[in-house]
């Protein structure tokens, strides 16, 4: 008991004796690229495990609740019932994992899965997203607000000019404060990998999050230069493993930001199955944070079943 009480605790011995070698890392990153994705037979149903995993989102300055409406209900069915019948997948309840919107469209999407009778999640992006430069205030009350509102997974992006001082303390008190505002509500923390200039410092902010109670880490609001690359999940998911190995706590991981085509979210697969192992392929441990991504899944399974490419009008998207 009292080994996994002082889990969740900041272990600041632990982050200051962090190195990564970069050389090691981009050698595996270039490995897991270089990987066989999976045989052509097993390829339909690798691409449904991918859609189940994904946050389906829209995060754009002109949402309204006509177009949070349609994300919800391309969240309910994000295949053809057509093409999940001949997979005898029809009647298996395939939805993807959550909607994720902004904080002024969670009453939307509620509303909208709630006349569709599901129960799928709202994940409400929050703390002052993507730069997180707005007071800790602000950052707090959104987080209740969108929890109020029926969010029931709050992504929060942490404090970079923190990270970047090597704050990791006051890092540490902030995330608490989000975790305590999110109550009940999953947290995942997003480390907007790309703003944090080195492997070191972002398998040092990863240790972070998870230390002040992160249910997932996610690599990047979608909004940054550089967002999930293979290196950098690579240092997360290693983060991750040694966090596990040392504490018990299986932390999950969401890569985020520019994944568009099935073919990469086949090597995600194949990148959390080798490094974490099956336990992370699973909806609680893995998502693919993505705004364009189910379209050409969709085409892809299509492709499978039918062995024609879809035109773009006969699979309609939200
Ligand atoms: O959290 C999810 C990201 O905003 C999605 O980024 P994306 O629009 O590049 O797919």
Not at 34 to 61: E, Y
Not at 279 to 300: T, V
Request: net charge positive.
């Amino acid at each position: 008991f009292f080994y996994f009480s002082m889990s969740r605790v900041l272990d600041l011995e632990w982050i200051s004796k962090v190195r990564v070698n970069t050389h090691s890392v981009l050698m595996r990153a270039q490995h897991i690229q270089g990987q066989k994705i999976p045989n052509k037979q097993w390829q339909a149903a690798w691409l449904l495990k991918a859609v189940t995993c994904i946050d389906l989102t829209t995060l754009n300055g002109d949402d309204t609740p006509s177009n949070v409406h349609r994300l919800c209900l391309k969240a309910i069915q994000p295949v053809q019932h057509d093409l999940l019948r001949k997979m005898n997948m029809h009647n298996k309840g395939v939805t993807t994992a959550a909607v994720c919107v902004y904080p002024s469209r969670v009453a939307d999407a509620v509303m909208s899965l709630k006349a569709a009778n599901s129960s799928l999640p709202v994940a409400s992006v929050a703390t002052g997203f993507p730069a997180g430069q707005t007071p800790l205030e602000t950052r707090l009350k959104e987080v209740c607000m969108a929890v109020a509102d029926g969010a029931t997974e709050i992504d929060i992006v942490i404090n970079r000019t923190l990270a970047l001082q090597g704050q990791w303390e006051a890092m540490y008190d902030e995330i608490c404060q989000f975790r305590r505002a999110c109550g009940d509500a999953f947290m995942k923390t997003i480390l907007a990998v790309g703003e944090l200039g080195t492997f070191t410092n972002v398998y040092k902010a990863s240790l972070v999050a998870m230390m002040a109670g992160s249910d997932f880490i996610k690599t990047s609001t979608g909004k940054e230069a550089v967002n999930a690359t293979y290196p950098i999940a690579i240092v997360m998911v290693r983060a991750i493993r040694d966090y596990y190995l040392r504490t018990g706590f299986k932390v999950g991981f969401k890569p985020a930001g520019g994944i568009r085509t099935a073919q990469e979210s086949l090597l995600w697969l194949t990148l959390i199955k080798e490094e974490l192992g099956n336990d992370w392929l699973c909806p609680h441990l893995f998502r693919l944070g993505a705004s364009s991504l189910l379209a050409d899944i969709e085409r892809q399974i299509y492709h499978h079943i039918t062995g024609k490419y879809a035109a773009y009008h006969e699979l309609p998207m939200a």
